[in-house]
């Protein structure tokens, strides 16, 4: 859909933000739409599609180049989860998991060694990577967890078993979470390490382009040199990265809502009932103009946010309230869609339905709605009560 509506320098502020949105739109219009109800069907990542992603330059984004990344913003991440999320939001998640959880939240917390070992390779798509948070026993309370680490010689030993993790089926490494003597500490944990092990892959309502697993760690044995950062720093590490996370999962429901919009339009024009189109009919026009007003709405807060998200800077209030808002305005319009379709909608043969699964994760992925509130709440009180 068009930003021309809207001014152009908030969605694309620099001619390099322009020409990025346009590159991504062109490769998804090219080799993401055509497979994407395949590998929804299927339940499985395009692997092969997934490592083009990093020819593009896209999986190391927000890197600086002198670590071979693109050297982009928040903003730019937002375009690009945006733009795949118009398409086929699984495989996005899986570019989501891959590049903002591990790749974003790895280079702000590893040293040069661990950087030489990782980036390259996840970068360019080599190994596809993932994070492991949250528990079977503790989801939202991210502290809760029980999954522990001590240490053993040249070693770290790791139990515990991470769920619902995405990548966890075709990731090689993942940036996991583990307490050490109750403080939650960060590991990069290969799939090659001796107790390291996977389930069978996790079937899902939506976002079944990307795939879903537990990772279990059995006296899991974790070279030392693999510690991030400092015993404990896990929380900080975790609360850095929730922000461009919970941004990207915002512009994902914005691509979602869009693509909504856009299939209303044209069907309401192109379908006629009682001889006139149905876009003739009042119910219908609410639809249309309700859900592209949701949509900029969102949109603008979720790019409005961005502009002020940087890794030395926090601003939880801000990307708190554009998941809040923006999570529910993809599975909202999605909705409107498909009941402006009828029957059609509901079919496979149109992508409605498929969008319409995918967006009900974005209301409990990267934080649940209840949990926005609370942090809402929260903080705000302290800004403003105090």
């Not at 319409?356 to 949990?371: H, P, V």
């Amino acid at each position: 859909m068009s930003d021309a509506p809207t001014s152009d320098s908030l969605f694309n502020p620099t001619d390099e933000h322009r020409m990025l949105r346009q590159t991504v739109a062109d490769f998804v219009a090219r080799e993401v739409e055509p497979q994407a109800a395949e590998h929804d069907a299927r339940g499985e990542l395009n692997v092969p599609l997934f490592r083009k992603l990093g020819e593009l330059g896209l999986l190391g984004i927000t890197v600086p180049e002198a670590h071979g990344g693109a050297g982009m913003d928040a903003v730019a991440a937002v375009i690009v989860h945006e733009e795949l999320s118009k398409s086929d939001p699984g495989f996005c998640l899986a570019y989501l998991a891959h590049s903002m959880l591990f790749v974003n939240n790895f280079f702000h917390c590893s040293n040069d060694a661990q950087k030489r070992r990782y980036l390259d390779k996840t970068i360019r798509g080599e190994w596809v990577a993932g994070m492991g948070m949250t528990e079977p026993g503790a989801g939202t309370d991210v502290l809760g967890m029980s999954t522990t680490a001590r240490r053993d010689g040249a070693h770290w030993v790791l139990d515990g078993t991470k769920t619902y993790i995405t990548n966890g089926c075709e990731g090689f490494c993942f940036l996991v979470y583990a307490k050490v003597d109750g403080k939650v500490t960060a590991f990069v944990v290969d799939r090659d390490c001796p107790g390291f092990s996977t389930s069978n892959h996790i079937d899902k309502l939506g976002m079944r382009g990307s795939t879903m697993a537990e990772l279990v760690f059995d006296g899991c044995r974790v070279p030392a040199e693999n510690l991030l950062g400092e015993i404990g720093g896990g929380v900080v590490h975790m609360m850095r990265n929730l922000e461009i996370e919970r941004l990207t999962l915002a512009a994902m429901s914005c691509g979602i809502a869009s693509r909504c919009v856009e299939i209303m339009v044209r069907y309401g024009q192109d379908r006629k009932a009682f001889g006139e189109p149905l876009n003739r009919f009042g119910q219908i026009q609410r639809y249309i103009g309700d859900g592209y007003a949701m949509t900029e709405a969102a949109r603008c807060l979720t790019y409005n946010v961005a502009r002020d998200v940087r890794p030395d800077r926090r601003a939880r209030v801000g990307s708190d309230a554009a998941k809040l808002f923006a999570a529910p305005v993809g599975k909202t319009v999605a909705d409107w869609a498909m009941q402006v379709m009828g029957g059609a909608g509901y079919c496979r043969e149109y992508p409605v339905e498929r969008l319409w699964r995918d967006a009900k994760l974005l209301e409990i992925g990267g934080g649940t709605l209840e949990a926005h509130q609370k942090n809402l709440t929260k903080d705000l009180t302290k800004l403003i009560a105090s």
